[in-house]
Structure formats: structure tokens, C-alpha cells
């Protein structure tokens, strides 16, 4: 039966079979199954078409599949839309409607949704996604588009049963064949070449099944839970799967069965071969899904050998196994897995493949049904572990980690869902487990600190696994998931898992260690810390980011201490690995504490959230004194890597320094490391701790008040970085609130001041800089209301603004003036830079700020900030500003400034000054009175009293012991008899008076604050516990630790100082304003005491404000000081120095004066230079300068009587240009479609931006004269033909020049020069190009100047004396001559030369197709052709950068220097070798009555072209071009005249025309009534006269129909006609102005008013008389001057016409109508909002190839979608981008590339990346659209773009320049 039923019509079989199943007794289902049996026989290969028109056939049950998906599509019910989308689908993310930071829409829904003015963005996906409109989980309701709306499934009907039964019996059977050809395809290893090839074509073959598959996953809610009943049921699947269905196939169902089982085997985490005992694998058999990764050897842990094997055989030492605490008994998170569903299977088969796009795509099709979802995802997690497996080992892992996440992040985002899977898959423990299982791969050996006795193992960053960031979609999981609290609540109660994680977080703490090298360079510079940043900020930072979001109340404490237990005890264990006592290794630095980070953020939180108690999270002095050192070395480490100690180690380490501190780590990373430092310093005993800041960063030497000392750890030269680097450290760590007290707000507040200060950023750029909370519900997310707000708070922002140098600038932010004043934070910002010079640029800026306001006119130091109130936990931090160490570090720092000693700096000094401020604003709670009674009673000869910084600022020390090299000045001292203080070489320590006499026996009282440290943290450790001293290697007090101080060649010397720390503040003052007694405390002078001082003004000044600030508060903290301060002051009151100061002041006086001097000299010399600067940019550089004089004397530097001097810019010499040393102008040539692409209408074209709208070129200037010129040719002989119009309006040649000249001989050895540089240049040498010596402009040819005697130019006799006819005659006589021109062709001469080799330049730089429009190629009347034209196109240009005009600025108007008067003379020289036969003459047809050549004489040959048909402009160059010698202006006069006539007969013919047939006939008839009056210059007598000589042909007859009733729909008035004829003849006249104005130097005349223009450049040009001038508007008529009678030259032109006129009769009116009359070219107009284009273009089809373009890109002038590097539309190796600029610019392209939003120009060989004209709300553009913000036109980009199109100065503006190769 199911053979007959296969021999069918398929889809009358497919019908007759669904009306058999229908029936109860159950045949039609056995018919069904035989017939599938044969249909889908593993024997048949699945990728034929027949298998699947059969399915299809059958699932439609006798309907065509299309119709049936209608049917079916009409029941869908869904409303989560679900589309999933590969990788680079544009999608968008809207974070208003977004509940989950990962929600995401397709175009579609986002665009029928509601997001106006939300905070959206469009972006390319990297992965893949899925559409989350209509899911309530992921995204609120509001912002569901119409169809996914909730309501909009109410009132769909239900799907009948009969419809989908077909689908019921078929998709078992089709789901059975895809897993079977799964099974059999399967291959390993995948590894192996062959193999990957065999499973890509097993996953080819089933693409066609998949395809079916996935269309009917897309029909709807229907099909979909007919598949989900499929693949998730059990029962199904055992049917199937048995193998006792297929009873004729059991030897295939058995084969089948084993190679799935043989896949299997290897699906455990632990494999088999990998166990040490295998009987564990019989007893899990029947288990699904957990095992343990190793509590003891027995449970399946790896046996030794593999162990070794597995870490690189580098020997682990103990490893500690981690323990999984497994409260269910399911025996195996990773033994093999079971399957018991399709749903199961297909996802194994899945991973197996390595996650092929088509399957994941269909897996995830299917997700809005809810149950498959549910399904899938358990069964997503029953795989996770052997998913990971996968991924490890796969050489493909970018592309699968991509594939994995995008099913994970649309399983894990939704909270339901994952709190689910975590209770009852135990989610958690699988993903812990798998990331330890992952780390366990790649440990080493951990070498910090002590090397042999380490037994810490760390990860190593040189793995793939880590280099590769492998890694990553399980911690992108991991992370997911703790987002949702009820998940992450479940992990925090877990301590078992918390145990394990600590475990894992342990593997990175201490990784990539970096070792100091003393010798030798590092040879290998290893990249590994990218791997290491990266792997602690993913893996380690993250999660804590994601559970301290749900430690924020007070209910959530406990969390908090639990994990704080446990960092603490993960910190003992790894102090005990590394076997660390209390000193750090010296010389080497790991930037990576994970444990210590965990460890301050939770104490952080703790406090700051959630009002716990400080002390009862803090572990005991001694473990504080362990935990302080590491992050302490960073901070010294830090300092070392600044001032090159590191240098031998590479950039490599600068780049950790950087990192550390970049936005994106540093509130994981520096933060949580200083926040710690202040939490052990505010708990440490202050001296302990200020004495091992000053060890850790090696500066101990240093602080001796001797002035040579020697340093054991410490090179000179970084001696002075280390010490400003210490005290920094100090500040930033006492005046740092981040963790301490500060509230978001003031955070953000701060980070963005800080950002703002070093320099004007701009919205991206500021968001990227501030460290975000990673935290997604912080509120400091991009564009977020919270971040807008603070920074329209602080910052104004500064729209783009466009330099003429043509650098586009973005929107910018730039801090507001009371930011500066009041908020600008030196110590944030030098916490935040990245580079140091921005510190240096910060302190610019506010220095600028000062001055410009007035404030401060100096040059200013950092300005001192009143600091945020610290948290009550946290007040110990300020007793390190009260401790005797800091107080004796301050003194001996202020005693080393005031004596001048090296290696001093003024930012040393400033930070001292900054912590004694910080110790008057915090000082302690008891009263300074009880300090002073105190001080009485302690010993008098101690260093200091007691702590308090305000008593001991004036406490005196009279004698200092210290310790000296014996070369030492103070070496010769003797030493006074009473008692004195000493120094070792740290820092001088206490002694009693009966000491002294004891001194040189017991050297134990020589006191070094080195060893007193050790001897304070040996006293805490006992305190700590009495056996500690046994157990721990602390050397004790007594044991023979060498100090520096007690090398041999040191000697002991006693310094009287006398002085105490604020004597020495009033000297400092004296030195740094450079004056004796320069401070005089104001108080004496007026009796109103301190209260005067307002801390405001005094808070910007340099050094000498900051110690008067200082005194001031002494005075105000207390009497005593004030009154010290008085006595000083009056001491020094008469200037009597001591001797030994005086020398040095006077040196440092000296020395001031000298800097002022030399100060002063440098910005006289700066200020000299940049007015010579200036004065250079005005007259040489400016691209935009005006042109007033520049006509005939180009670059002349004087006008002498004679001839013009040049100056060549090569050789610096001056002198004219001769025939035998010519001089050149540096010219740029280039061809240019500009005018070509001008129209009509005055409004630009659209961009079209649906399929509707459509551009058509021809109403373009190009078009029109194209045209033009094959109808004349077609009917008129070639040669008169190419004499009649101009060329070049498409790929004509525009010369323009920088106004530079040199002599050619010397340009010539310039090329030579650049030729034989090996330096890479960004243009072409062998092309010719180059770049002006001195301006570096662009450019590509020398334009010889023409050796001309000036005195010419005066001789001329006024024109006025002779009368038009004598002119005439003398232009004539003139033709007639042969050349009598200076320069003789006939002599060749180096002018010449260089004449013609310039001309080969002008040809050669358009394209041939350009230049030839002859019928004969290369004939000679091309070339004439060619030459006038290009002085028309240069004339025309010109024009069209005056604005179109010569009124209005545009005569006057700013254009370039031009060289039009040198080219002029090279195409002359040309045009003169071309006789013009005197039988054609034109001058003669136009100036005389002749008669009219029989045409009959020759009938082939074509007729003369007459004269009303040819372009006048073109007429007027040819006659001036071709004039044999020097032209005087009488005879330009005499031409232009005669050409008026003509012109105005031809607007008066164009105009008749346009009248209807009624009022030619009325102004034919009005005007033979004025016949006798004036009548040649009478327009009406003319009107009348045309029409009626015309009027003899038929030619009106032709023009009667559709074409001109268009044209005239008004009535004509006389002011109409009038106006008309001014409008036609206006474009002559103004080429006429400019060439008179280039070839006579006159200048252009100026009206204001538009209506003037034609009178003014009439009179300009001689046609009118100045007497005429005056009356307000001339009259177009009265400039007329007929040489023979007007009636009848018009006559014989007309006849001309008539006579021609039979031939073609249908082209005369086009012919005859001629409109000079031209917009000025503008690019397309753009539609305002950037995604009207994006959208329509970025998935529109290529018209040549028909896909769609990898790189879209639309020309700007023509709106030509081209394919940019598409190789699909290369035509002879050019791509079409090239192309294009070719046809449609003549080598220059402008560019919209759809996908970037950029513009790119192509100008010949070269393009360059020019900017975008589209910028965000911010002002900023968006380059590949990485944003996705919205983007809106900026219209003054746009003009600029326009203006640089239309002036050819692309070149020139733009510096960027690459080569593109054709490949565009």
C-alpha cells in the first residue's frame, strides 16, 4: 500500500492518508508509519528535496504548505514574539523599558513600540539574541509593540484538531530521523582534519530538515506545542528509541544505538580513563547527574600521574582538593549523562557538534512556548558541565562561547526561571564545580614570597584557557544568575559553596608576579597581564559586584559576615601557603589581591549600608599588620614603576601600573586596596604605620638632616620620585572618603570633576572614564537621569565648533568656573590619571582659569580641599597625622627645603604643607591647653612632647645627632655640651640627657625608626599570644640587624639647628616670595584678630598662601603659637641672617632672579615667535585669504618699474621670470565634476529614503550640455560644432594655487630630492605631486609665469577716442597677422618648454573620455575645445565661490588666490598655433553683412553652426585666446560689445519662444509701430523683428505644442521681458568682469543691492556710459551698440537659422532656447534623523549583484548606493566605490558608509576618512554606530562638507590621506 501510496500524486496521497487517520480504527495511522518508513529510511540521504516535499506534503495534509502556514499562522496565540537573530543583526535595547540589562527588541517591535524620548540605543549583536517583546520578565508592558500586547491574543480561536493531527503522527518520526543522522555523522576526534570536514557535511546534509523545522517553529504557538510534546516526552522517546518499532531495521537501530553510546561515554566531567577507580562508574550507571570533584582520594579523583601530566608537569606542591558540599544525594554533578527525551538528545548532539548556528537557532525558535522552556533549560543545565568540557577542548571556542551564551542569557535572565533550576538542578553547585574543574587545568606554582616553602597554587596566565578568556560564558552566567536575589540569597546561606568559591577565588590571588630586573633588559616582554586583569576583574570582581548588590540592608548582615568570615580564613590559609612571616620578598609586586578586595568591599558595605560594628568584623594586629603589606607594596611598586626603577622589566609593566588604575578596574582594584590601607591604618599603632610606608617605599635614607647621606636600597636619581611618591600616598590616603563617608552622589560628583579637570571631555568619552558601579541598578549607567543630572551640575557643555583648518571638533564638556574654583581636587585627579602628564595638564588648566578670572596671576599649586566628615569607624585614621614619627618626618623635610639640599622638590614641599594643613583641620579631641601642661611635665629634650601636630608645629629642637659620611661639611662640628635630640638614618629618635655620655660605647641607643617598627610589631604579636614568638620567625630586638646606619665609613656629627617647624614655615616663606621678611602676621597690623581670614580667598596661591594659610590656622588653634609666630616675625624683624644662611639665601635669591630673568626671556622670545607665526599663516597659509591685488602679480614681493620679481621659495632668491630661468606657480590640478552636477531649481535634491523617491540626472548642467552638444553635432559640420559650446562641466580641469612660486630648474631638483626620500609620504612622487616647500600644501604641477613688462599695462591710450567700427577693423588686422607675441613659437625656449609640458599636465589629469568629443579623435579642434574650456571652467568656478555673483561680497569676497592670469597666458601660447580659417571666421559674421554661401555648392558637407546656437561665453574666449599678440583692453572692449549684440539677440529669440501664439503676434504688431524712433536700441523693434524673421519658417509651429506652454503660464509685462533678458545675459557678463578683472588688473566693482548688479558690471564692462550710470536700473537695451544696422545683421542671423532649420526641424527650439542660467551645485539634502537612512539602506539589495552589501555606502552627489571593497562589483580590478568617483566626480567621491555613519572621500589614488555629519544629542559623532545612540544631521558640518566639495580644497584641509589601491 505504501509503495502505491509513494508512486502518487504527493499531495493527493498526503490527503487521502490524513482522511484514513481521521478514522477510528487506527489503518491510516499504520498506512502513515509504512509510508514514513520508506520516506524517511536512514538509507536515503536526508538532503533530498523529495524527503522534504514529502513531510511537507504530508504535514499539510493535501493543502499546499504555504496556505497550510497561513491557516496555521492565523491560530497563533504567542504573544512573545521570540525572533532570534545571529550574530551582526542590528537590534535595539531600550533601558526604560528594560527590567534585565541583557532585554533586547528587533527593528520591527522597537519601531511599533512606543520609546520616544527613552533611553534607548541600537546596537550589532556580537552573539546573537532573541527578541524579548511581549516577555513580562525581561521588559515592562509599556513597551510591547501592537501585536505582542497581551490583549491582542484574547479573541484568537483555538486551533481545530484536524488541521494540525497530520503534524501529531509525522514530527515523531521526523525528529527520530534527525537524531539518527546525528548519530551516524558522529565522528571523532574533531580534532582531526578529515573528520571536522565529514561532521560539516553531516550538518550540510540536514540543513534542508532543520529549515522545515524552524518554519514551523515560526507558524505560531500551534506547531510549537505540538514540537514541544515531541521532544519533551519521555514516553515517545523510549518508543522510538528501543529500536522494536523498526522491526525490518534492527541491525540499523542497534548500530545506531551503539555509536550514540559510544559518544556518550565521554560526556563526564571526569572521564573514565581519568579515574583511579573504575568500579564508580557501575555503581553511577544508573544515575543522572552529580559527582564529586575530589574530597578524598577514593571518590574518583585523578591518580597522580595524570595530575602531573595535567599541569604541565610542573610539580604542584600540597594542592588543596576542594571539598563539594552536596546536601542531595544525587551521586554526580559530572558523571555521564542519561537521556530520556529527544529534547535531551538534541541538545547533546548539539554541544557534541559544537553548537552548528541552524540548531541553536532552532532551539531557541521555540522558546516562547513556556513549557518547552522549562524543559529546556533543565535540560540546558543537566548538560552544563559537559558543555563546558566541550568548549575547553574545542579549537573554535570564540564562536561557540558566543553560541553558548546566546542560549544561557535567554534562559538565565529570567529570576523564575533560574530560581527553579537552581533548586532543583542545583544550578550553583554545577557552576562552581565547573569553574573550579576549569581553573584545576592551568595551576602553577605560586613563587611570591618565599619561594621554596610556597605551597600556593595559582592559575597561570599564559594558558589559553586564560589568554583565550575561555572562560567566559560560564562566568557571564555565573553572573547572570547572581543578579536575581533569590538565587544570590541561596548562595550566600551556602557555606559550602561559599567555601568552594573562596577556593576558587584563592586560584587568583598573588597571579602573574611580577619580578624586578636588576641587570639585564627582559628579553621576552610577556603579554600575560591582559589575561590576568581581565580574569580578576570577570572572574573574581564581578560576582562580588553582583552579591554585594544584595548585601544593602540591614536584614542582609548576616551575609555579610559570613563571607567576611570566610575571606579572612582564605587570607590565613594563603599567608600560611606562602609561608609569610612579616616582611615582603623585596623586589617583586603581584597586582592581584581578589581575597584581600573581597575581604574591603564587604567591610565596606558592612559599615557603610548596613550599620555594623567595625571592630567586630576586624581580625587581630597582627593579621592587620599581614593583610596591610601586600596592598602597601602595589602603592610602592606603583611609585618605582614611575620613576623607571622598573624600566629593565619592559613596558609591559608600565601597562599594569596603568590598568590598576584605569576606570574600568579601579573600583575593583585600587579602591578596595587603599579603602583596606586606611582600615589597617586607623586600627595600627600610627607610628608603625607611618615607619613602614616610608620603608616600603625605600626613602628611610633619605630623612636625615645631614646634607649627604647614603642610600642602600635607593638610586640618586629615583630618590626624589620615591619620596614625593611616599608622601602622595600619605595624602591620598588621608584625604580619600570614597569608602569612608562619601555618598554616591558626592562620588560620581567627584569621579567627574576629577575626569573634567584634566581636560574637556565629551559625553562618550566621560561616561567610559567614570568607574561604573557594576552594578547595573546603581544608577550610574550610561545616560541615565542620575548621570545627566550631575553633569549638567558641573560642566557646561560646548557645541561643536569648526576650525578653518577644517578639524572637526565634538560636542565637549568643560567644568563650570565654580567647579574650579571650589571643587577642582588635585588628589582625585592624581588617583584617577592614567598618564601622568594629565596631572600637569589639570594644573594648566586651573592655572588658565586663574588668570583668566583674575584670581591668581602666578603660577599656582595645587589647591587645598576641605575634606567630606569621616565615618565615626574610621576616626583612627587622622592619629597618623599625630604621631611623633609623621611630626619628625615634617620637620626634617622643612629643615632639608629651607637648607637647599638636593633631591628636594616643590612638590615635596607641598605635600608636607598638605599634611600639616590636614593636622590643624583634624586635630584630636582633648583641648591643646591639656597638651601644653603635659608637655611640662615630659622630658624637655625629646624630639617632640606629644602628638598633638598644633603644639609640636612650635616646639624648638636646638641640637640634631646625626649620622654623616665622613666627607660631610657638618663632620668638623664640635659638639656643644648641652643636651641635644639625634638622627639615625631614618628619622631622629628620642634620647635622655644622660645618654650622651654613653654614646659611643652602646651603639643600642643609636635609635632607628626601622627597628622600632620591628620592635612594635613584636610587641603586638606577644600581646597577641605568648607562644607566637616559637612559631613565628620574627627576629627578635636583639638580633644583629645591620642598619644603614652603621656601615664603616659613617661617622657621627651634632647639628644645631634650632629652630622648630614654624620658624622654619616663616623662612620657607622668605624663600619662595624671594623678599627678607616678606611674612608679617596681619593681626600685629590690625587688632581684629584671625577672624579676617576668609579660606576662600585664600585657597588658590602658590607656596607663599599655603604657609601663610598654615600660620594662620597655628594662630587661631592656639595662643601659644600665635605669640611664637610674633616672636619669630620680630626676631627676624631686623635683617641680620646668620652666616651660614645668608650665602644660601642669597644663592636662592640669585637663583630667583635668574629664573625670573630667564622666564621673562623665553616669553618675549614666544611671544616674538608667534607673531612672526601669525604674520606668516596671514599672508602665506591661509587657505581662505582675500583677494584684492593679486591679479597680475602673484607672490611680486614690491612692484618695480620694470617687470615683476618672484621670490622661489627653494633658493630664497628674487628676480623676474625669463624666457632662460622661468618661475613657476605651485599649482594643484585636478579634474572636477562640480559644475556638472548644478540644477535648475534652486532647492537640493532629497536622498531618497523609500522606493518611492527617485533621483534623475537629467536636469544636471552635465546632462543638459551633453546633450546639447550630440544634437549639433549630429546636424552641423564637427569642426564648427566644437567651437560652438564649451566642455568640461563633467572632468574639466580646475587649477588653484597656494600663491607660492619657485623656479622650475629648482622644483625640479626638489622632486629629485623627494624621489630618492625613503620616509613614507602620503602622496605619490612619481605622479608629480608634492607639497609646497614652505606652506605643505597639496599640490602637482608648476605653472610658469609669464615674463611680462608692467609698464604695458600704463601706455594703453583711452579706448573712449576711437569709434567702434576703427576697433573692429584693428581686431581684424589683427586675426590676420601671424603671431608678433614675445615669446616665438618658433624658438624653443625653457619657457616654452615648461608652457607645453604644463599643457601635458592639464590633459593628462582628466580622463580621456573627458577631453574627446570630436568624431575624430585626438583631432586638433579637440584640443582648442579642450583649452578654452578650461579657462571657462576656472572662470566659472571662480564664480561659484564668490556665492554665484559678483554683488553682495562676492566681488570683494574672500576667495583663494587665483592664477587664472598665468593660465590664461599658457593656453594663449596653445590657442595661437590654431589659424582660424578666415572664411569661418566668426568675427566676421558677427561685425558684418556678408553674403550668405550658397548651400548648394557642396551637399555632403554639413552647414557652419549658426551663430544664435552658439554659447557666447565660449565665443568670447576663443576670440581673446586667439588674439596674436598682447591684447589692450580697447580691443577686449571692442569684443565684448559685439558679443553683447549677439547674446541679446539670443535672449530676445529665447524669450519669443516662450510667448503663446497670441502675444508674438501683439509684440510682433506693437513693435513695427516704434520702428522709427531709435530702433537699434529699442528691444521692442528687435522683438517684433525676431518673431517676425522666424516667423518664416515653421519654427514657432514646433514650439506651439506641449513643450513651451510649460514655460509660460503668466503674462509677459515689458518689466518681465526686461528682467528676463538681464537674467540671460547676467552669466556672461560676470565671466566677462572676472576675465577682464584677471587679464587687466582692474578691480571688481561692488554694488549691495542685487537689482544693480547688471548696470554695475555693464558699466564695469564699457558697454554702458557713465552717464548712464547714475540712473537707478539700467535698462538692457541702452548697452547695445550695432556696427552695421541691427535689423539686418539679425536678419542674416536668422537666416542662418532658417536656412538649417529644414533638416531639423523637431531640434530647433531646443537649440534655440539656450538657459545660461544655473543654481549653485550643493550636495544631496539629508533627512534630519539618521535611522531614516539606516533603515531603508542597511538591508537594501546592491542593483548589480542583487545581495546586500557587507559595506554599504551612498554618494553623496548623485545618491548612488554602491557597494564599498564589494568584489562582487569589481569591474577590471576597480571596486565601485572607485569607479563611481570616476564617472560621477572625476576622481573625487563622497562617501555616507551606511553601517559606520561616516563620510569618506575618495580623491584619485587616495581617500581619507573625513568625519560624519551625524552627532548624537551630545554633539558627538558615533563611528561604526558602536553606540547606537540616535543620531541627528548636524547641518554645519554638512555646509563644511559642502564648501570643501565645492572649493576643491579636500586635499588641502584634510591631512589624512591613505592610498586605497582600487579596492573601495
Known sequence: MAVSLLRRDKRSAAASLKAECSRPDGRGVQLLNDLLDSVLSPERALAEAEVIE????????????????????????????????????????????????????????????????HDFNMFRSQAGGACDCGDSSVMRDSGFCKRHRSTASLNIPSVPNE??????????????????HLRDGYSEPVSDPATERDLQKTLQQMDPLISLLEDLTKMGGATRSILTRVLANHQIYKDLCSGDLCTGEKTYAKKNYEKYLAALKGSGLVTSKERSVTSVLDQMAGASNVTILGATAGTGQMDSSDEEEQDGNQRVGKRKRVELCNSTKDPSIMDILKHKCFLEEILFWTVKYEFPQKMVTFLLNMLPDQDYKIAFTKTFVQHYAFIMKTLIKSHESDTMSNRIVHISVQLFSNEELARQVTEECQLLEIMVTVLLYMMESCLIKSELQDEENNFHVVVNCGEPLLKNNTYWPLVSDFINILSHQSVAKRFLEDQGLLQMWMNFVSFFQGMNLNKRELNEHVEFESQTYYAAFAAE????????????????????????????????????????????????????????????????????????????????????????????????????SLSEIHSNMWVRNGLQIKGQAMTYVQ?????????????????????????????????????????????????????????????????????????????????????????????????????????????????????????????????????????????????????????????????????????????????????????????????????????????????????????????????????????????????MSEHILCMVLYLIELGLDNLPEETVEEEEMFGEERCSDSWFHGTNIATNLNHVINYVRVRVPETAPEVTREPPASTSSDTSSFVQGSRRATALNRESSNTAQVFSLVAERRRKFQEIINRNSDNAIQNADVRPKTSKWTAPSSTPQLTTAILEVRESMLSLLIKLHYKLSGKQNSYYPFWLEDSESTSRLDPMQQSHGDGTTAVERILIKTAARSRQNKCSIEEICRKVAPPVPP???????????????????????????????????????????????????????????????????????????????TEERPTGLVVLLQASSVLGHRRRSTEPKKLPTSDEEQIYPEDTCGTAHDVRITDLQQYFKDSSCLQSVSIGWEGGVYVQTCGHTLHIDCHKSYMESLRNDQVLQSFSVDKGEFTCPLCRQFANSVLPCYPEKSEEKSIWSPYIS??????????????????????????????????????????????????????????????????????????ELELVHRGGNLCLGGASATTKRSCLNQLLHVLAMHMRLFRIDSAYNPWTRLTRLTQVIDSGICDDEKPEVPLLYRDISSLLLILVLTMPQELHKEHFTCIVKVLYNLLYTQAIATLSVRFSEEERTAWKNSGKLKIMCNSDKSWEV?????????????????????????????????????????????????????????LFGDDLPNCQRTEEEFGMLASYLGLLLSSLQSSDEANSSSCL?????????????????????????????????????????????????????????????CVHCSKVPKDPALCLVCGTFVCLKGQCCKQQSYCECVLHSQNCGAGTGIFLLINASVIIVIRGHRFCLWGSVYLDTHGEEDRDLRRGKPLYLCSERYKVLEQQWVTHTFDHINKRWGAHYNGL
Not at 488541521?163 to 539518527?180: A, D, G, N, T, Y
Not at 622666564?1159 to 587657505?1183: C, H, I, V, W
Not at 611680486?1196 to 628676480?1215: A, K, N, P, R
Request: aromatic share 10%; proline share 5%; hydrophobic share 40%.
Open 1139 to 1217: 652666616k651660614k644662611n645668608s650665602s644660601a639665601d642669597k644663592k636662592a635669591l640669585d637663583k630667583e632672579e635668574r629664573r625670573q630673568k630667564a622666564r621673562e626671556r623665553q616669553q618675549k622670545l614666544l611671544a616674538e615667535f608667534a607673531s612672526r607665526q601669525k604674520s606668516f599663516m596671514e599672508t602665506a597659509m591661509d587657505l581662505e585669504s582675500p583677494d584684492s591685488d593679486v591679479a597680475m602679480d602673484i607672490g611680486s614681493s614690491e612692484q618695480q618699474d620694470s617687470e615683476t620679481v618672484y621670490d622661489c621659495v627653494i633658493c630664497g632668491q628674487s628676480g623676474p621670470s
Open 1362 to 1435: 576711437k569709434t567702434l567700427q576703427a576697433l573692429i577693423e584693428e581686431v581684424e588686422e589683427q586675426q590676420e597677422q601671424l603671431g608678433m607675441f614675445p615669446v616665438s613659437i618658433s624658438s624653443v625656449t625653457n619657457l616654452s618648454k615648461e608652457m607645453e609640458s604644463v599643457m601635458k599636465d592639464i590633459k593628462n589629469t582628466t580622463q580621456k573620455k573627458y577631453i574627446d568629443y570630436g568624431k575624430t579623435p585626438g583631432s586638433p579642434d579637440n584640443d582648442f575645445l579642450f583649452m578654452y574650456s578650461v579657462a571657462r571652467l576656472n572662470l
Open 663 to 903: 576606570s574600568h578596574f579601579c573600583n575593583s582594584m585600587i579602591d578596595p586596596d587603599i579603602f583596606l590601607l586606611q582600615v589597617c591604618a586607623s586600627r595600627l599603632d600610627p607610628d608603625y604605620f607611618v615607619s613602614s610606608v616610608f620603608e616600603r617605599f625605600k626613602v628611610v635614607d633619605l630623612l636625615t638632616m645631614a646634607s649627604q647621606h647614603q642610600n642602600a636600597a635607593l638610586d640618586t636619581e629615583h630618590e626624589r620620585s620615591m619620596l614625593e611618591g611616599a608622601l602622595t600616598f600619605l595624602v591620598i590616603l588621608l584625604s580619600l572618603r570614597i569608602h569612608l563617608g562619601m555618598t554616591d552622589d558626592e562620588i560620581l560628583r567627584a569621579e567627574m570633576v576629577a575626569q573634567l579637570c584634566m581636560s574637556d571631555r565629551t559625553h562618550s568619552t566621560l561616561l567610559d572614564l567614570i568607574p561604573e558601579n557594576p552594578n547595573p541598578k546603581s544608577g550610574i549607567i550610561p545616560g541615565s537621569y542620575y548621570f545627566e543630572n550631575m553633569l549638567s551640575a558641573v560642566a557646561d557643555f560646548k557645541a561643536p565648533v569648526f576650525e578653518p583648518g577644517g578639524s572637526m571638533q565634538q560636542g565637549m564638556y568643560t567644568p563650570k568656573a565654580d567647579v574650579w574654583n571650589q571643587e577642582f581636587d588635585p588628589i582625585m585627579v592624581i588617583l584617577r590619571t592614567v598618564y601622568r602628564r594629565d596631572v600637569q595638564s589639570a594644573m594648566d588648566r586651573y592655572m588658565g582659569f586663574l588668570k583668566q578670572t583674575g584670581k591668581f596671576c602666578g603660577n599656582p599649586w595645587p589647591p587645598y580641599r576641605e575634606r567630606a566628615p569621616l565615618n565615626p569607624s574610621y576616626k583612627g585614621l587622622m592619629r597618623i597625622l599625630h604621631c611623633k614619627t609623621l611630626h619628625i618626618v615634617l620637620f626634617t623635610l622643612l629643615y632639608k627645603m629651607s637648607m637647599d639640599h638636593q633631591n
Open 54 to 117: 514529502w513531510c511537507k506534503c504530508l504535514i499539510a495534509g493535501g493543502e499546499s504548505f504555504d496556505d497550510f502556514c497561513k491557516m496555521v499562522c492565523a491560530y497563533d496565540n504567542a504573544t512573545l514574539c521570540g525572533l532570534v537573530w545571529t550574530a551582526n543583526f542590528v537590534a535595539y535595547r531600550c533601558r526604560t523599558c528594560g527590567i534585565s540589562p541583557c532585554m533586547s527588541l528587533c527593528a520591527e517591535c522597537f519601531n511599533a513600540g512606543e520609546h520616544t524620548g
Open 537 to 636: 576583574l570577570e572572574a573574581c570582581a564581578q560576582p562580588m559586584w553582583g552579591l554585594l548588590t544584595h548585601c544593602k540592608i540591614r536584614e542582609t548582615q548576616g551575609y555579610t559576615r559570613t563571607v567576611v568570615r570566610y575571606c579572612l580564613d582564605a587570607l590565613q590559609d594563603w599567608f600560611d601557603a606562602i609561608n609569610f612571616v612579616d616582611e615582603p620578598a623585596p623586589n617583586q609586586v603581584t597586582f592581584h589581591l581578589p581575597l584581600h578586595r573581597y575581604y574591603a568591599m564587604f567591610l565596606s558595605k558592612a559599615i557603610r549600608c548596613q550599620q555594623l560594628d567595625l571592630d567586630s568584623l576586624l581580625p587581630d594586629q597582627e593579621m592587620l599588620m599581614k593583610m596591610m603589606v601586600h596592598p602597601l607594596q602595589i602603592q610602592a
Open 1681 to 1741: 551698440e550695432w556696427p552695421v544696422a541691427a535689423l539686418d545683421i539679425i536678419s542674416q542671423w536668422c537666416s542662418e537659422v532658417m536656412t538649417s532649420a529644414e533638416s531639423h526641424s523637431e531640434q530647433v527650439m531646443n537649440l534655440l532656447v539656450q538657459d545660461p542660467q544655473w543654481s549653485l551645485p550643493c550636495l544631496l539634502q539629508l533627512p534630519e534623523n539618521y535611522n531614516t537612512i539606516f533603515q531603508y539602506y542597511h538591508r537594501k539589495a
Open 163 to 180: 488541521l494540525m493531527m497530520m503534524s501529531e503522527h509525522i514530527l515523531p518520526r521526523v525528529i527520530l530521523r534527525l537524531v539518527q
Open 1582 to 1638: 528687435l522683438l517684433s523683428h525676431i518673431i517676425g524673421e522666424l516667423s518664416k519658417g515653421k519654427l514657432y509651429c514646433a514650439s506651439d505644442t506641449d513643450q513651451v506652454s510649460m514655460l509660460s503660464t503668466s503674462v509677459w509685462s515689458p518689466q518681465s521681458i526686461e528682467y528676463s533678458i538681464q537674467q540671460f545675459c547676467l552669466p556672461f557678463l560676470r565671466t566677462t568682469s572676472l576675465l577682464q578683472h584677471h
